[in-house]
Each structure stands twice: as structure tokens, then as C-alpha cells.
């Protein structure tokens, strides 16, 4: 009976089939396609892509760009409106909808439909909504305030408030679901609690609740934060980065260059730019998340 | 079942705390839900700008207020954004578009979330050395901007022929959509007791079997979250379309943002109205018959992500 | 007698964590063993890995004489129940009953014979068309035991099987299972914490303490001379009673502090004199009387008594610890009352307090 061990690489060999699809998605695109777009940022490589090392001539070239200092700006003024204006009214509606309030289900279909819709949609719906000669600046000029200027998409001041507005139309509701469901998530028996000792409810939430949905907060803001940085559709499609350069963002520019103006080497730095964003936001988040305990 | 897998939280997110109120008029009462009202009127108004718009003649929207319902309603602007808007390219309207973007989202639905789910089985059930770090760097991957890829997959592509092809298109949905359903599929599994999976190996089902046998049929419901998630999110993008096809293969997205952005001939509002609501009539049937499922998914996709 | 089931030199780690070492276990064919330790002791694991549904690290198992190490679980000729039931929630009791057989391809009048006769003996026929979600405790794990019965292995393996059971329920099914043991006559190991379930069932009791077996004996051995002092606390409720002491006179007596209890009775091996020792003694084996006998009495004084229906439990203070006493009911004892414990040594155990083995 000298049964000898079989060999553990061909142990549930079916398993392993079936992870090759993960093991090369990760291996090649994730893992491989980002260092590849990483490494090829320090090319110059134009139409097609080549391995003609030229340092940070790239980066150089980037961050002495209008366009894309522009764009920088744009994103951080944007993600920043963004990130306050949909979780500070994410919350507010949560709360008033965990007020054990009638057509609760009413209330949310309205407020997440938008969720359901593309980027592409919403930027034209709110682009026909802003539009100066027949929305509600001709309106409020047809009430008979004659004056009356409200023309954000044109206004390289205000473009990235009409942005705003369309963009909380899509995802605040979003928002105040994650917000929702980390309330509903705490447990009955403290409001319990507080009621018995005779505490508000303002105080109850300000001082319990929140602090305990510290972690919903987290993973909203990054959820959020990596969608913002992503932002393209939506601009793509409500001012085409208009007027001018005013509504620029990144992934527009790494777009462009990429695929419009064959200057791959421009594109590829831009975009490690953005990778980089996003590990500056991701990299605190995963060391509070998963720091503490060896398993995620 | 659904409720427990999905970690959702101890109340469900869609059942409210405690007994309904009794009072109906108090100031409390009319702050909340004037605040609701209120923030439900922004979320309307561009529906109702859009339907009203689309039932609309152009002279009555130059003359008019695009809040206003119609006064003579025509349905010209639907025919003629289905089947005659202009591109640029052509002027086919955006029925072409449509049936792309169907011919994209069945085999991309069924693709990614086969693959999805299969990972999420073998990274519950049948762990091998390094598969957690697979899953560590694929989550990571949800994160991380697509511009960094898409210059990679697209010589990938090309190596493979499938550049510019709806089949190329196809899997980039399946690897983007990899990290989120896997999620998704690997946290619904492992609630899923172990002893349940074991009693099936001392049965003597296999791989496969176990899963085609046992898990699918008493995971139905995350089956039902992970189709909807992908339907809306497969329908509703435009980058990957944009990069990886050709013009005359353009998913509705696509179509519609050429229709309503191209610079040539004069602007009809109440088509492009029309087609834009088109466009979002897929994921919003999708939204509406799905109901709590939808936000559920959303809910399981996201807090956990 | 055969072995049904030989474990040589068995050791499993999880990573960097040792859960079994080096364990050996033979089982004769047709044998009731049952797994007994405290929760995280490795009885699960070790049944697992009978089973093989994990991967063992070192070592070799044997089912029927067959090397069954490397194989798969379903190969291995064995049936398994465990403690959640697991049954297959999407089918119906029939199909949860007939799902091993299907994946064996064993023709369907076969298959149809076999789950009626395992209906039978289990009396489920009223509920083969059921889901499991509509079943009882009781039901669902009568079910889980169908499963392992229609497949006609020759080792049932029980994880636990009677955990998730109310009590009466509990006593109920533990009958039933011995009743099958009787009937069928296959090799059983049984995994449990419940030391009443342990005493009832076992023909031999394995009892584990951090993935080693302590004593692997018959109840009666187990119970009357356990092999250490870790299996004398653990079997038996209340727990037996320890003083710690001293042997002196070369072996033939007990001593701790004023108290001198003559050792002659005492079934063991060389005694011999030891400065440390510990006399563990049942409640149940100790009598309380009135009058004092030098060498087989010990001093005690009454704390309190707890009457328990068939009998009481009287708790005193005697040598310096805590002791307990099992008495009849009836027999009533106010606080404060110094009462004399007779000891029947022919029942004691003694432990070498380093060693912690039994002398
Ligand atoms: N998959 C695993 N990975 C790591 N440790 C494990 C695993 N399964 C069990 N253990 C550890 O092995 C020990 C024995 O577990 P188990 O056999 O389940 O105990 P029990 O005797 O209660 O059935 C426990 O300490 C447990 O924490
Ligand atoms: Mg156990």
C-alpha cells in the first residue's frame, strides 16, 4: 500500500480551470496592463507605442499644459462640490427617510431612478435643462424678470456648477441608499437606549449614530471619490469640455491624446497621473479598512 | 434568504424602523416631508422635461416652455429619432445603436457573470496557495481608472482579432466587470454554510457539479442582483464603447451622444429628447420592475466594495 | 476483529497551527466510537479528514484495509451527518436522499428501492416530497442521517449531530441512533461534546485535548478510571472533587494537612510515597454520615444544597477546598452542619500532580 502523495499541483484541477479566467485578468490586464501603461509613460511614443525611455520629458510636458492644469483644477473643485454637496444631502434625506415616514418606497424610487441611467443621458437631459434660449433662463425671463441670467454651460465661471447639478441629480440617491442602509444597520436597541434615557433625537444621531457609521462614511467617500476621478461621460456629453477648455477634466485629456491626437506618451503619463490619484485616495482607506486585521 | 446573504444590515435597508406614525399634521411632519417633496421635485423635473419635450412639434417648443405639457401631442419625434436621426455618419437613427447594444449586453450579461460567479465559488469553496492574493489585487482593480488599461487591452485585442469587433467588446465587459460581480458572488457564497458544501463532496458531486447543482439553484436571488447590475451598467456605458468599436458597431450610448452633440443641421430638441429617452428606457424598465432588488444589489455591490 | 478504520501517525496543521499530532486510532469494524473534547479540540477536524474533506499534512488512513489517504470523499466508503444538517434546501427530501446515488449513476429502480428502505427505517416516507425548509429539527436531521444510510457505506461518521436539538428531541434521536447502530451494525465515529451523548452511545470513548488523544476506552473505563486529570474533570457533572496532597507511608496513605486517608482499596499501580499528588473522588462515590472513622472519613461542614428532583447536590467546605456530594433527596442538610465524607477508594482516582497522569 505505498500510495504515494499525489502531486498538489494537480489536486481540484477543475478549480484551478476555472480560476484561470480571474488569474489571467489579473495577471495580464490589471496587474500587467498597468505597469505596461506605467512604464510606457516614460516613452515617447506617439502614434504607435514605443520603448524609447525619455524620463519624465512626459510629466514635464503635462504639468506645463494648460489643458491639463485646467483639468486638474476642474476635477478638484468638482470632486470636492461633489463630495460634500452628495453626502451632506444623502444623509439629510436618509434621515428624514428613516423617520418611519409614509411611502418610504415612493420616495426612494424617485430619488434613485436617475442611478439607473447612463451618464450620457443625464448630461443631455440637463444640457436641454440649461439650455439658455428655451430652459429655465427663457422661464424666468418669460415670468417677466427680463434680467435674468442662468446660463451655466456657457459660462466658463459657473460650467462646472451645471456639471454639479446633473451630476448629485445622478447619484445622490445613490448616496442616500448607503446612507440608509448604514442606519438601518445600527442596532434598534440604542435608539432603544436613548429614548429611555430621555436624549433627542438630533443629539442621538449627532452623537451615536454618525460616529457609529464612521465606516459607511468611509467606503461612501471612496466609492465616490474613485467615481469623480473617473468623471467623463458626463462632460463628454453635457459641454463636451466647454466652453473652451472650461469644463476640461482628465480622463478627457487621457482620451484625447490617446486616441485623437496620437500622442500615446502624453496620454499614458496623464492617465498614471490619474492612477495615482486614486491610490492616494485608496492606499489610507485600505490601511484603516483592512490595517488592523490580516484578512479583508 | 436574500436578506440574510446579502449582508445586508440587521434591518434591512428596505423595511423602515419601528410602527408607522399616527400623527399627519404636525410641523415635524411637514418639514420632512416638504424637505422630500421638494428634493423629489429635482429628481422628476428632468422626466418630465424629457417626456414632455419628446411629445412635442418643434414650433411649439421655440415658442413655448419646455415645463409645459404639450398642446397637440406628436409622436413624429420618436418615429424619427428610432429610425431617421443623423450621426454624422449616417442616418439611421438610433434603432442601429439599439440593436448593438443588445447584441453587446446578452453575451456580455451572460459571460461576466458566469466567469464572476465561478470565481466567487472557487475563492469560497475551493481556495488553493495565492488565491486570496488573486482576489486582494482584483478588488483593487474595481478602483482602479480604466485610462490606465485601455491602451493595454487594446493591443491585447488586436493580437487576439478581436479589435473593433462586438466580441472584443464583450470581454472587456466580462474582465471590468470581474472585480464587483466576483465580489459580489464570493460574499453571497461564503455565507453559505460549509457543512453544505461538504455533505455535496461526500455525495460525490465535483467541481461543476456542485455548482450547477447545489449553489446555483439556491442563489438565485444575488443571480437576479448581478443581472441587473450588469444590464444597467453594460447599457449605460459609453467609454468602452467609444474605444473598443467600430463606428457602424457603436452601442446606443454612443449613437445617442453623436445625435444630440453633432454640429451638423438644425437642432431638433424634441428628437433628440425622444431618443435620449430611448436610451434610458432599458435600464429604467430594468429599475422599475427590479424594485428592492435593484437597490439591494447597489447596496451589496457598494458598502462591501 | 478487523479494523474498520486505521489512523497512523495523522497530524494536520492550518498554516502555522498544529490541530492534530501525530494521532493514531484504530477502529474495529462494527465499533460505536465517539470523538469527546471540549469545542476547538480537533474532533471536527479530525472527521474531516476521515472523510477527506481536508487535506492532511502527515500520516496515512486506512478505510477496510484500503489506503484511503489521497481519495476522494465520496470514494472512501463512508457517509457523513453534520451538526447544521446541510441538507440541499432546493430539493425535496426525496431529492436530497437520492443525490448521492445519482452522482454514482446507480440505476434509477436502485435508487428508488434504496431511499424507500432508508424511508422506512427511518419512518420519513409521509415526507419525501417535503424542502427541508419544511421540516422539523428532528425531521431535518433524520433526513441528514437517510443521506448517509441510502448510500450502504460501511463508516458513518456524526459531527455533532444532536447539537442543534432541543433536549427532549435530543434524548429522543440519540435513542434512535443507537437503535440503528444495533440494527445496521456499521462502523460509527461520533463527534460530541456532550458527555451524556458520549456515555450512552460510545462502545469506546476517544476523549481529545488540543488534537491528542487523551484516553480512548470504554465508558465504564473512562468513567471509573480515567487516564489523566484532564479526563477526570471533563467527564463527569458536577465534576469530581480534587485535593491535593501528599502520599506517605511508602504508598499507603493520603495526606493533606491534618487529614490521613488509608489508601488500601485503591486499584492502581505503585503508589509509593510522592509529595505531590491529587485525589480526585466522585461526588456520587463519597457517603455522608455522622460519625467520624479514622483513615475513611473526612471532616466536613455544609454550605449549601441544591436539590436536583432525583437527588441533591450538597456542596461543603472539607480540607481547605470546595467539595460536592451527591445525597437522596429527601435527606435535607442545613448550612453549617459538620458532617463526616466517607470515601471509597476502591472508586478514587489518584493523579501525580507534575505528571498529571494517573498512578
Ligand atoms: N479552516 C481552518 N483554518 C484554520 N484553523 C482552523 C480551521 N478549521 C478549524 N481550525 C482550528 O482548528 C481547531 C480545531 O477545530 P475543530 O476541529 O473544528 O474543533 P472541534 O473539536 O470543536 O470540532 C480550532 O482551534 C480551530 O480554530
Ligand atoms: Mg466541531
Known sequence: MALRRPNPLFRNLAAKAAAVPMILATLVVFLGGTIWTVVHSFTNSRLLPRFNWVGFDQYDRLWESTRWIVSIQNLMIYGSLSLVFSVGIGLLLAILMDQKIRYEDTFRTIMLYPFALSFIVTGLVWQWILNPDFGIQSIVRGLGWESFTFNPLHDPQLVLYGLLIAGLWQGTGFVMCLMLAGLRGIDEDIWKASRVDGIPAWKTYLLIVLPMMRPVFITTLVIVAAGIIKLYDLVVAQTSGGPGNASQVPAMYVYDYMFQAQNLGQGFAASTMMLLSVLIVLIPWAYLEFGGRKHG | ?305 | ?359
Not at chain 2, 421638494?38 to 429628481?43: A, G, K
Not at chain 2, 465587459?173 to 464587483?180: E, L, N
Not at chain 3, 440519540?174 to 452511545?201: C, F, P, S, W
Not at chain 3, 511508602?250 to 505531590?276: C, N, P, V, W
Open chain 3, 1 to 359: 476483529m478487523t479494523n474498520s478504520i486505521e489512523v497512523k501517525d495523522l497530524t494536520l496543521n492550518f498554516g502555522a497551527v498544529s490541530v492534530l499530532k501525530n494521532m493514531n486510532l484504530n477502529v474495529a469494524e462494527g465499533e460505536f466510537v465517539v470523538l469527546l473534547g471540549p469545542s476547538g479540540c480537533g474532533k471536527s477536524t479530525l472527521l474531516n479528514c476521515l472523510a477527506g474533506l481536508l487535506e492532511i499534512t502527515d500520516g496515512q488512513i486506512f478505510i477496510k484495509g484500503k489506503n484511503v489517504t489521497w481519495a476522494e470523499p465520496s470514494a472512501r466508503g463512508i457517509g457523513m451527518v453534520f451538526q447544521s444538517y446541510a441538507l440541499y434546501p432546493q430539493m425535496t427530501v426525496r431529492g436530497n436522499l437520492s443525490f448521492g446515488l445519482k452522482n454514482a449513476r446507480v440505476p434509477r429502480d436502485q435508487i428508488e428501492a434504496k431511499v424507500a428502505r432508508a424511508a422506512e427505517i427511518l419512518q420519513i416516507g409521509p415526507l419525501l416530497h417535503r424542502k427541508p425548509a419544511a421540516l422539523s429539527g428532528g425531521q431535518r436531521q433524520r433526513v441528514a442521517i437517510g443521506r448517509a444510510l441510502v448510500r450502504d457505506v460501511d463508516v458513518f461518521l456524526f459531527d455533532e449531530p444532536l447539537s442543534n436539538l432541543d433536549a427532549k428531541l435530543r434524548s429522543e434521536l440519540r435513542v434512535e441512533i443507537k437503535r440503528l447502530h444495533a440494527k445496521l451494525g456499521n462502523t460509527m465515529v461520533y463527534v460530541t461534546h456532550d458527555q451524556i451523548e458520549a456515555l450512552t452511545l460510545a462502545d469506546r470513548i476517544a476523549v481529545m485535548r488540543g488534537g491528542i488523544i487523551q484516553q480512548l476506552a470504554a465508558p465504564q473505563e473512562i468513567y471509573n478510571r480515567p487516564a489523566n486529570l484532564f479526563v477526570a474533570g471533563f467527564i463527569g457533572s458536577p465534576s469530581m472533587n480534587f485535593l491535593h496532597g501528599a502520599t506517605v507511608d511508602g504508598g499507603q496513605a493520603f495526606r493533606l494537612g491534618d487529614l490521613h486517608l488509608s489508601l488500601a482499596g485503591y486499584e492502581g499501580g505503585m503508589i509509593g510515597t510522592r509529595d505531590k499528588v491529587i485525589l480526585g473522588l466522585r461526588p456520587e462515590h463519597l457517603v455522608v454520615q455522622d460519625q467520624a472513622e479514622p483513615g475513611v472519613t473526612i471532616p466536613a461542614v455544609v454550605e449549601l444544597d441544591e436539590p436536583m428532583g432525583a437527588d441533591s447536590l450538597v456542596w461543603l467546605q472539607a480540607a481547605g477546598t470546595q467539595m460536592s456530594v451527591r445525597v437522596p433527596v429527601e435527606r435535607r442538610m442545613a448550612p453549617g452542619t459538620p458532617v463526616h465524607l466517607r470515601v471509597d477508594m476502591a472508586k478514587a482516582s489518584l493523579f501525580d500532580a507534575a505528571t498529571e497522569a494517573r498512578v
Open chain 2, 1 to 305: 434568504m436574500a436578506d440574510a446573504t446579502l449582508n445586508t444590515p440587521a434591518r434591512s435597508i428596505t423595511e423602515a424602523r419601528g410602527t408607522k406614525p399616527k400623527r399627519a399634521l404636525s410641523g415635524r411632519n411637514i418639514m420632512i416631508y416638504g424637505t422630500l417633496i421638494v428634493f423629489s421635485l429635482y429628481y422628476l423635473l428632468p422626466l418630465w422635461v424629457m417626456v414632455m419635450t419628446s411629445l412635442k412639434g418643434m414650433p411649439e417648443i421655440r415658442m413655448g416652455n419646455i415645463f409645459a405639457p404639450p398642446v397637440e401631442i406628436t409622436f413624429e419625434p420618436w418615429v424619427k429619432a428610432w429610425s431617421q436621426a443623423c450621426t454624422g455618419l449616417n442616418c439611421d437613427g438610433l434603432s442601429r445603436g439599439f440593436w448593438n447594444s443588445v447584441q453587446i449586453l446578452i453575451p456580455s450579461v451572460i459571460l461576466s457573470i458566469v466567469v464572476a460567479s465561478v470565481n466567487g465559488y472557487a475563492l469560497t469553496f475551493w481556495k488553493f496557495k495565492g488565491s486570496d492574493i488573486f482576489f486582494t489585487i482584483l478588488i483593487f482593480g474595481a478602483f482602479i481608472p480604466y485610462q490606465v488599461m485601455l491602451y493595454p487591452i487594446v493591443i491585447l485585442l488586436r493580437e487576439m482579432g478581436l479589435y473593433g469587433s462586438l466580441w472584443g467588446l464583450v470581454l472587456v465587459h466580462t474582465i471590468f466587470g470581474m472585480p464587483i460581480l466576483t465580489l459580489l458572488f464570493r460574499n453571497y457564497f461564503s455565507t453559505i454554510p460549509e457543512e453544505l458544501f461538504k455533505a455535496a463532496r461526500v455525495d460525490g458531486a465535483g467541481f461543476w457539479a456542485i455548482y450547477a447543482k447545489i449553489l446555483m439553484p439556491m442563489s438565485l436571488p444575488i443571480f437576479v442582483v448581478a443581472i441587473i447590475l450588469q444590464v444597467t451598467g453594460i447599457w449605460n456605458d459609453f467609454l468602452f464603447g467609444v474605444v473598443y468599436t467600430r463606428p457602424d458597431l457603436y452601442p446606443m450610448t454612443v449613437q445617442l451622444n453623436n445625435i444630440v452633440n453633432s454640429v451638423q443641421g438644425v437642432k431638433e430638441y424634441n428628437v433628440n429628447m425622444a431618443a435620449t429617452l430611448l436610451t434610458g428606457l432599458v435600464p429604467l424598465f430594468i429599475y422599475f420592475v427590479s424594485g428592492k432588488l435593484f437597490v439591494r444589489g447597489i447596496a451589496a455591490g457598494a458598502v462591501k466594495g
